[in-house]
């Protein structure tokens, strides 16, 4: 009998293999101007602004709290073969939450940047228009 979630599973997968047949069947131009495409950007820039903080002040916090927590429970079973399993995943954690965190740090940096160089890009076409020209028309 098929569980909850193999059941969710198995949605998940049929929906990631039609989303899959959509991106083979529509390989054309993407994007905001794209005939038919969504005319709005993906994310504004405080959306941008949003992510890096949520990054910065809520999956950075949760990684140190997991950390302690481990550390409280390694302690509690000190004598037990679970501290030393505890210990073992802990390891492991560590190096996991390493190498994301310093991923999630990358996004971060890239998030709070996109909006300047959007800014840059708008002046610099805006700069070409006034130039060029069609100013004058």
């Known amino acids: 009998m098929a569980t909850d979630f193999d059941q969710e599973w198995g949605r998940e997968r049929a929906d990631g293999a039609d989303r899959q047949v959509g991106l083979r069947l529509n390989s054309g131009p993407q994007g905001p101007f794209a005939p038919g495409g969504s005319k709005e950007f993906a994310s504004t820039p405080a959306e941008k602004r949003a992510a890096a903080g949520v990054i910065q002040d809520e999956l950075e916090s949760a990684a140190e709290h997991a950390d302690?927590?481990?550390?409280?429970?390694?302690?509690?079973?000190?004598?037990?073969?679970?501290?030393?399993?505890?210990?073992?995943?802990?390891?492991?954690?560590?190096q996991q939450v390493k190498t994301l965190m310093g991923r999630l740090s990358s996004e971060k940096v890239a998030l709070r940047g996109a909006e300047s160089v959007f800014a840059r890009n708008d002046t610099g076409v805006g700069s070409q228009f006034l130039k060029s020209a069609l100013n004058g028309v």
Do not use: H, I, N
């Not at 429970?73 to 505890?86: E, H, I, M, S, V």
């Open 68 to 94: 302690e927590a481990t550390s409280s429970a390694r302690k509690d079973f000190d004598g037990w073969q679970a501290a030393a399993g505890l210990k073992k995943v802990a390891e492991s954690w560590d």
